[in-house]
Nanobody, 126 residues
Framework: VQLQASGGGLVQAGASLRLSCSAS????????LGWFRQAPGKEREFVAG????????TYADSVKGRFTISRDNSKNSVYLQMNSLKPEDTAVYYC????????????????????WGQGTLVTVSS
């Protein structure tokens, strides 16, 4: 599956952004999906994940209550609604897909994903 993320930009602290990730392939609904981010000089980190059915979601503690992941299998898309953005949310955001059963530990691991999008930059100014 090929993934393409979009929706990044420059916003002020407290603003909202919605990232989108579109995917090719007819088996999109069989993939668990995740959003990760990588700030300059830092390792890539987990942000949010959603099961293939959309019924299970999980979040990093740093974004819980502010970010919402969702998916629309009819549109082969996954979204990340980001509210109350903070300067520390500044990063390149990546969407990723993995096959298999939904397991929280694997979902939160960079190494657990088979496919990655190219990333979209989110910059939050103070």
């Amino acid at each position: 599956v090929q993934l393409q993320a979009s929706g990044g930009g420059l916003v002020q602290a407290g603003a909202s952004l919605r990232l989108s990730c579109s995917a090719s392939g007819r088996t999109f609904s069989s993939y668990n999906l995740g959003w990760f981010r990588q700030a300059p000089g830092k390792e890539r980190e987990f942000v949010a994940g959603v099961s293939y059915s959309g019924s299970i979601t999980t979040y990093a503690d740093s974004v819980k209550g502010r970010f919402t992941i969702s998916r629309d299998n009819s549109k082969n898309s996954v979204y990340l609604q980001m509210n109350s953005l903070k300067p520390e949310d500044t990063a390149v955001y990546y969407c990723a897909a993995r096959s298999g059963s939904f397991q929280v530990t694997t979902t939160m691991s960079v190494g657990g994903y088979n496919y990655w999008g190219q990333g979209t930059l989110v910059t939050v100014s103070s």
